[in-house]
Each structure stands twice: as C-alpha cells, then as structure tokens.
C-alpha cells in the first residue's frame, strides 16, 4: 500500500446558527524587478530600501504596508504586468509657452507633478518634480539639452518642448499628470501560486496585490482545497476586492458585491473591501485598497486573536484620514455580515478598526473568521509534522492500543503546544484502537479535537439610576 496522510478537516461541529510558517506570508504582486526565487522583505527594511528590492511598484507598496503595521516576514513574489497602467492628460498652469510630453508604461500610481523652478531653454532652465502628488520632491536639476527625462523608476520619460520663445520653461509653471497601476490577469497569479506548492518556504498567507474579483476567488477555492488535501500546506489567501465606480451609488455598490460573493464559499478566503486615503511610510498619500494593513496586522496577531480587537489594533486617524466612498460606514454591518473584511469607526472614537477579519465561509461554518482558521491551520500543520515522522511504524497487532500510545502522546505535543500558547483553551489528539484491522488496512485513524479561545464581540450595558433612600417593601 502506497504510504498517505489524509487530511480531513471536519465543519460545522459547534453547530452555528445561520443568525513553523507562523507570522509568515508571501505576496503576490506586479513588479518590473525579475527574480526566480521569492524576495525576502522584513519590517526592519525602510522604504526606499523595499523599493530599491522591489521597483516603486504595487507590489512594494503591498509590502510596505505589511511592514509598517506589523508583519516581519514577508516573501514578495514579483511578477510582470499582464494590463499595462495609463496615462492621463497633462494638466499646464502659469504663463510658459513650453509643454510637455510622456511616453512609457508607469510601474505604479503616480500623481505627478513637475515645477519649473528657474525660467530658461533647454539646458538652461531649473525644474523638480515629485510622484506622489506634491508631497515630496526631487531636488532641483537642469532641464537637459535634449529635452528628454526619465522619472527614475517609474517607467516613465518626460520630453520638453521649446517653441520660438527661447524662455519658454517659466519660473511658477506646473505641468501635472496621474497614472493608473498595471495589473496581473488571474493566469499570472495562478502561475504564481503554483510555484508555491513545492516551495520550501514555511508560510500562512498568501496576499495578491490588486483588485481582483469571483473568477480569481473560485481558482484559489480550488487551490486553497489542493494546498491542504494534496501539499498539506493548509493556507489563506487574502485578496482585494474592488472599490466602487463613480457611476455607482452605495447600494448598487451593495447589490454588486453581494453577486460577486454568491457561490463562493471558502474558509481559506479573505477579501479585503475597504478602500481608504492613507499615508504611506514614505509619506505619500494615496487611495488605496487597505489589504497591505491587515496582512501586517495579521503579523502581529496570534493565531487565535482577532485584529478587530481595539486595544491592539487601532490605525490611528493621522494615518488612515478617511474610509472611502464616503457613506461607507453605514454599510460596514453590511458588508461584514457577507463575509467581506472592512474597517469601522467606533463612536467618540477617531481610529479606525478592522469590524472583523472575515472569511467567504457558509454561514453555518466553525471558520467565519481568519483567526479561527489561522488556529486551524497550525494544528494541522504541526499535528501532520509529528504525523509524518511515524509513518510505517510498526504496530503489534495484539497489541495496538500499546503500539500507538507513544504516537498519540507525540501528536499530543502539538496540541499541548498550542494551549501553552494559548491560542486554543484545551485540546486531545486520539487514535482509534478500537475499529482497527491492521494488519488488512494498515490503516490509523486519528481525531484531533479542542475548544477554542472565545471572543468577546458584543457588549450589552446596562445603565441605571439607585437610590440609596429608597424605601424598603414591608
């Protein structure tokens, strides 16, 4: 017989109503750096070293994002973009007669903005320039005498223009532009989570970077089912879902969402659908899906504790300035209750908060939240390891409930592990000795079981005027 570990994972035993890789993630991203082997980025890294390893690209950004709020270890993935970005119509403001001109395929979303700073000709005039709408700027350089500039690192070549006016470049004179981001289509994301399989990186998370929607999140059901069943790599993946169209009014935004969920059902799936005006580690600000902020505090969390938890997890409101549409937070219960991942406000307080870290699980699932499935994952991993190290073991058949005591006493570490830890309230590993023919089907069957850590998501408080003098009933 063909040695196997088979895996099952058993649903729905709490019976809800229908009212080693440890702190470890890979994302997955459009990058125009090449790299055969995953890059390693911690949250020790500053910015413009994430960048110069990744490209000011979206996935540096992702990275960032991790890093400043939490997460340590981070395997980036770079892969090249299927949908290149765009460029809009420059914007001119002032009295100068030159102009301006772009070519080339952005890396990112830029805003930029370029300033004349000294009136001149070409190889005469000063300007600088800044990506990230006027937060920050280069330090001033010479218009070159061939009129051609290229934004370093960002794909992009600007032209100057003289016309017959020799001071054409006037001191004041802004040209400005903005691009969109490129974007993988979901073969290249598929191609990338498959070199993962074999991987000898340990991880829990796998994050795609950028919008992605249900064709993407029925794949990965798929590939989350083939991780655990075939690799016995239990894994989640965290995904971006997309904002709302200008078009769009909430509840048709609502209405569209609530679609794009319909029959997707997976423990193993996130989607991230807050969309907010953040401030960035290099002190950019931009809009952008918050994704990057929950893998890093996902990095920060234990397995079993929620990142919706307020006295750990708060983004502070100089950094998160607004949750976007506005209106949204009246949706927030919403959207939560679908099983998407959105960010709240709490009266009389100005931080934001995760609402809950959802999965895309059936309503009467054990799993509705990453951190249950989190503390899952662990348990099957570790328990597997242990698993793993005893196959082919001898039994004596006389006397299996002997033979397998020392097993099941191994496979108990990883459950005593994780009530040290304290990530589960108790737990037991047991080994069926009583329906056992092995000699015939060589075959053990083993049940691991515990209680979870519960979570305090509802508080009901009572207020209430006493009387100290009040009169006694007699």
């Known amino acids: 017989m063909y040695s196997a570990i088979n895996v099952k994972v058993e649903d729905g035993k709490l019976g809800r109503s229908t009212v080693e890789g440890r702190g470890v993630q890979v994302t997955i991203g459009v990058s125009n750096v090449e790299s055969t082997v995953p890059l390693l980025i911690t949250n020790t890294m500053k910015p413009d070293a994430i960048k110069e390893k990744l490209g000011w690209t979206p996935l540096a950004d992702a990275c960032m994002d991790a890093a400043e709020n939490g997460l340590k270890e981070n395997y980036a993935i770079p892969v090249p973009a299927d949908i290149p970005g765009t460029v809009s119509d ?102 990338a989570v498959e070199k993962l399989k074999n991987s000898n990186i340990s991880f829990e998370i796998v994050h795609i970077a950028g919008v992605s929607g249900k ?112 209106g949204m937070e009246e949706y927030t219960k919403l959207f939560d209750d679908m099983g998407y991942t ?13 609402s809950n870290a959802r999965t895309l699980a059936p309503e009467t699932s054990d799993y ?43 496979l108990n570490i990883a459950m005593d592990d994780c009530v040290d830890d304290k990530i589960i309230s108790s737990g037991e590993v047991t080994i069926d000795t009583e329906n056992v023919n092995i000699l015939v089907d060589e075959t053990l069957d083993v049940s691991a079981e515990w209680v979870p850590m519960g979570t305090a998501r509802v508080f009901n408080a009572s207020f209430a005027v006493r009387n100290p003098y009040g009169s006694s009933e007699g």
């Not at 990453?370 to 570790?382: A, K, T």
Request: proline share 3%; charged share 25%.
């Open 90 to 191: 420059i914007t001119h403001s002032g009295d100068g007669a030159g102009v301006i001109s772009v070519d080339g395929n952005p890396n990112n979303v830029y805003q930029v903005v370029l300033e004349i700073t000294e009136t001149g000709a070409l190889n005469d005039g000063m300007f600088r320039y800044s990506v990230n709408g006027g937060d920050t700027f280069s330090e001033e350089q010479m218009i070159p005498m061939a009129g051609v500039y290229e934004l370093p690192g960002t794909g992009l070549t600007v032209k100057f223009s003289e016309v017959e006016n020799p001071l054409v470049f006037k001191e004041g004179d802004a040209y400005s532009f903005e691009t969109t981001e490129p974007a993988l289509n979901n073969q290249s994301v598929l191609q």
């Open 342 to 354: 959105v960010f709240r406000q709490y009266t009389g307080n100005e931080n934001y908060y995760v």
């Open 215 to 326: 064709a993407l999140w029925a794949a990965l059901q798929q590939e989350a089912a083939e991780f655990l069943d075939t690799y016995k790599k239990p894994v989640i993946f965290l995904v971006e879902g997309r904002k709302i169209r200008e078009e769009e009014t909430l509840d048709e935004y609502l209405a569209a969402m609530k679609e794009e969920r319909r029959g997707i059902s997976s423990i193993y799936i996130c989607v991230s659908l807050s969309y907010g005006m953040y401030v960035r580690q290099d002190l950019s600000t931009r809009v952008i899906n918050l994704a990057g902020i929950i893998s890093g505090l996902l990095g920060r969390a234990k397995e079993s504790l929620s990142i919706g938890y307020t006295k750990e997890f708060s983004i502070s409101s100089a950094k998160l300035l607004q949750l976007l549409p506005e």
């Open 368 to 410: 509705p939240y990453v951190e249950n499935v989190r503390v899952l994952n662990r348990i099957v991993r570790e328990v597997n390891k242990r698993i793993t190290d005893n196959v082919q073991q001898e039994i004596e058949p006389d006397e299996v409930e002997t033979s397998v005591k020392g097993i099941e006493s191994e």
